[in-house]
């Protein structure tokens, strides 16, 4: 019967060492089940505009630690903030803003930020039910306790809800709901299309309309409401550097003499080269503000990083590893990571071909000659590179697919010097005859091995802010400690990201011939040609591109975050494929 209400049974007590579920998990459950799940059990959490107010306005309750008397008098008025109580029954534990009353009898006093909401029954479920859990634990530490009040400090108002039958079974109903919902171990599905995944803090992290839209729900995803970012990462390249925290700045000195500062909370990561060092009180603010400090080699290479407590999201670990077992979800992981970097290769190729030189070992038609003539990749070309991305997305086995990719690779660098301006002045000039490495033996080769560091430290980074493992892949397999995941997902976008910054760093006049050093067979970028190039890959980072499946636009760093947590949401099962980012 549509009136019918669930027989009530009762809640036989939790193993001490069970978690118990905190309250505001309750009301985020009654809000949205994904998003409780997300907050409690994955341990994932944003801020937002709304829960900094939230946390202003709790500030005065939050300050105190009060305790109720274990046996009040009769007559004794009580007035405490900031209580700790917690019921294994009821598996539920929380920390009431305010308790007030007289002797037995009291009542909770819940803060809310925002006005009072005129609607029916004075306020919004996921309220209701969290002052009526707080009154549930109070009566389970011998009060009485009939209602609640719910204070919203903007409007100054108070609402009184009362805990009849109905609020109470809707109360533990939530509480059953959400330890059954956690114990599962499966994340409930995103809301359908609602009006509140917009403003909610995590929508960056549930991605709600990307994975409907995945799952072939006709609507397109609204674009994501993303925060403006005014931090920047730090670079600091001299060897003897020192980095130390004064009040709310990073200090830099050189021989105990200052040569920059920063802000805190305008860094979004520290890179130092080198033998640099800092102090530990600021590694401990670094650490505690969860912004990570990348360490590279003098010459530019990626060694690792630091971060603070790091994630807690243990599930999307356990996902991963699980997965990496599985040779069929490696290969097909694998071919779309392929198949995507050779498409925006050839796209790189269409782009920017200038068309001053040929390659000798692989002679043009003349047809593709006066393509060349136009400012054209020959179509021999385009078509070798559309074939070898349809290659590697049928490859049966990962030596199969690793051959693809090298005949791929080889076709494209041979190529990649007709995509480099040609200048009458010899500093500006760069010749390329080949791709070479470890060590890079010419300025351009300089270039694309650190971009490509840079590239990996990125990922690395943005990898272990979403909660997977950088070092656990699925085409790159584990060998000497490299990160192998960083290195799969980094694949489709070294043409879009690093040889693109290559490219713009030469073409611009951004770097020049004489800022390079030549030591023993091997090249590398100067300090001051460093600093320029650095300062091109952050300006590419930061370029805001469309999303060829979502349709909105967002910067390439943000793109990562987004790539990361998609694949975080596939490895759980929550959409069928991984959908790779090729550009038009």
């Known amino acids: 019967m549509p009136d019918q209400r669930e027989l009530s049974l009762a809640f036989p007590e939790l193993d001490p060492e069970a978690p118990l579920i905190p309250v505001r998990m309750v009301n985020e459950y009654v809000y949205c089940p994904r998003l409780a799940y997300l907050m409690w059990v994955q341990s994932e959490w944003a801020d937002s505009a709304d829960t900094v107010e939230g946390r202003v306005k709790h500030k005065r309750v939050d300050a105190g630690n009060d305790k109720l008397p274990e046996t009040p008098q009769e007559d004794e008025r009580i007035h405490a903030r900031s209580v700790s109580l917690a019921s294994l029954k009821l598996g539920i534990t929380a920390k009431l803003d305010l308790v007030e009353g007289e002797g037995s009898y009291v009542t909770p006093v819940d803060y809310k930020r925002g006005k009072r909401p005129h609607v029916d029954k004075g306020a919004y479920d996921p309220e209701r039910v969290q002052i009526c859990a707080q009154g549930l634990l109070l009566q389970e530490h011998g009060y009485e306790c009939d209602s609640g009040v719910l204070y919203f400090v903007d409007s100054r108002e108070r609402v009184r809800v009362m805990f009849d039958e109905i609020l109470i079974e809707q109360t533990l109903a939530s509480i059953h709901g959400l330890r059954g919902v956690a ?42 409401a993303a925060k403006e970012e005014y931090a920047a990462p730090l670079y600091v390249q001299s060897p003897r550097a020192w980095l130390r925290k004064d009040e709310e700045r990073i200090v830099v000195e050189v021989e105990k003499q200052k040569v920059g500062d920063a802000r805190l909370r305008e860094v979004s990561q520290v890179v130092v080269f080198g033998s640099t060092g800092m102090s530990t009180p600021l590694l401990h603010e670094l650490m505690r503000r969860e912004i990570p400090v990348s360490y590279h080699t003098y010459g530019g290479w990626f060694v690792g990083h630091t971060v603070g407590l790091g994630h807690r999201n243990v599930e999307t670990r356990i996902h991963q590893y699980r997965a990496s077992f599985d040779e069929h979800v490696c290969l097909r992981l694998a071919r779309g990571w392929v198949a995507a970097k050779i498409a925006n290769c050839r796209t790189l190729m269409r782009r920017n071909w200038r068309g001053e030189f040929g390659d000798d070992d692989e002679p043009f038609e003349t047809a593709d000659k006066a393509a060349n003539d136009q400012g054209k990749p020959p179509d021999e070309l385009l078509r070798a590179l559309k074939e070898d991305a349809e290659h590697a997305g049928r490859a049966h086995a990962l030596d199969e697919l690793l051959g693809i990719e090298g005949i791929a690779a080889r076709r494209y660098f041979q190529h990649f010097a007709n995509l480099i301006k040609k200048d009458d002045d010899p500093t500006l000039s760069f010749d390329f005859m080949g791709r070479n490495r470890r060590p890079p033996k010419d300025p351009v080769n300089a270039m694309l091995s650190f971009a490509y560091a840079m590239l990996t430290r990125e990922w690395h980074i943005a990898l272990s802010a979403v909660g997977l493992d950088p070092y656990r892949g699925y085409y790159h397999q584990p060998r000497f400690g ?72 967002l910067s390439y760093r943000r793109l990562f975050e987004v790539q990361g947590r998609l694949l975080a949401r596939h490895l759980a099962g929550e959409t069928p494929d991984y959908p790779n980012f090729v550009t038009r």
């Not at 359908?192 to 729900?217: H, M, Q, T, W």
């Not at 004489?514 to 460093?530: E, N, P, V």
Request: net charge neutral; proline share 11%.
């Open 183 to 224: 114990y599962a171990g499966h994340i409930p599905p995103p809301l359908e299309d609602s009006p509140k995944c917009p403003r909610c803090s995590l929508v960056g992290i549930c991605l709600p309309d990307e994975v409907r839209f995945l799952n072939a729900a006709p609507i397109m995803p609204r674009p994501l």
């Open 482 to 553: 490299r990160p192998a995941l960083a290195l799969d997902m980094m694949e489709p976008f070294r043409p879009l990201v690093a040889d693109s910054t290559v490219l713009m760093a030469i073409n611009n006049g951004e770097v020049r011939g004489t800022d390079f050093i030549h030591a023993a067979g091997a090249c590398a970028l100067s300090d001051s040609g460093r600093k320029r190039f650095i300062a091109a890959f952050e300006r590419r980072l930061g370029q805001e591109v469309t999303h060829p499946l979502f349709g909105y636009r």
